[in-house]
């Protein structure tokens, strides 16, 4: 049985995204390149919204993932979250329970867009060869054009009627 999307059916819940920019930069690691997906961004099958990836310009360095969470903990309405790719089990764990020194797993909400997200992606510098002090990324990163859920209800009545009237035949050609 195929699990149902919960995006599907929740009232103003963003289904899809038409534009994921790259608002500002103040660092991005020279071994590592911002790639926005394709637009529009719809929810694949897991539910997760898979929106941009910071990835690796050489082997041996981990992917990262940013993804749309609408799970409103914490009151939060939305979030993007950012997951650790192509890395041991134990630097992903660390990176989700944002573990000093990795960083970037929650981002923040900022300035007057409540689209705008503010990223800070960070790793141990001695765990992955070649990083000279960890930082992946500080910037903002801003999503618009997003199409949210809208309930709609329609009702439908239909009423036929079926007039019958019985008629006998004459008994004519009929034998007993």
């Given at each position: 049985?195929?699990?149902?999307?919960?995006?599907?059916?929740?009232?103003?819940?963003?289904?899809q995204v038409?534009?994921?920019?790259?608002?500002?930069?103040?660092?991005?690691?020279?071994?590592?390149?911002?790639?926005?997906?394709?637009?529009?961004?719809?929810?694949?099958?897991?539910?997760?919204?898979?929106?941009?990836?910071?990835?690796?310009?050489?082997?041996?360095?981990?992917?990262?993932e940013g993804?749309?969470?609408?799970?409103?903990?914490?009151?939060?309405?939305?979030?993007?979250?950012?997951?650790?790719?192509?890395?041991?089990?134990?630097?992903?764990?660390?990176?989700?329970?944002?573990?000093?020194?990795?960083?970037?797993?929650?981002?923040?909400?900022?300035?007057?867009?409540?689209?705008?997200?503010?990223?800070?992606?960070?790793?141990?510098?001695?765990?992955?060869?070649?990083?000279?002090?960890?930082?992946?990324?500080?910037?903002?990163?801003?999503?618009?054009?997003?199409?949210?859920?809208?309930?709609?209800?329609?009702?439908?009545?239909?009423?036929?009627?079926?007039?019958?009237?019985?008629?006998?035949?004459?008994?004519?050609?009929?034998?007993?």
């Open positions: 049985m195929r699990k149902k999307s919960r995006f599907s059916k929740k009232e103003g819940q963003v289904f038409d534009k994921i920019e790259l608002l500002r930069s103040s660092y991005l690691n020279p071994d590592y390149e911002f790639v926005p997906c394709r637009c529009p961004v719809r929810p694949r099958s897991n539910d997760h919204f898979l929106l941009f990836s910071f990835v690796p310009k050489r082997p041996g360095l981990p992917r990262f993804r749309l969470d609408e799970s409103r903990r914490q009151g939060r309405k939305v979030e993007v979250d950012i997951d650790l790719r192509d890395a041991s089990g134990q630097a992903v764990k660390a990176f989700r329970d944002q573990k000093a020194p990795y960083r970037g797993h929650h981002t923040c909400q900022v300035g007057a867009n409540a689209w705008d997200f503010s990223v800070h992606l960070q790793l141990p510098a001695d765990h992955f060869c070649g990083l000279q002090d960890g930082r992946i990324f500080d910037g903002v990163i801003r999503l618009s054009q997003l199409v949210r859920a809208i309930e709609t209800k329609a009702e439908s009545k239909a009423e036929a009627s079926v007039e019958a009237k019985v008629i006998r035949g004459s008994g004519e050609g009929r034998t007993t």
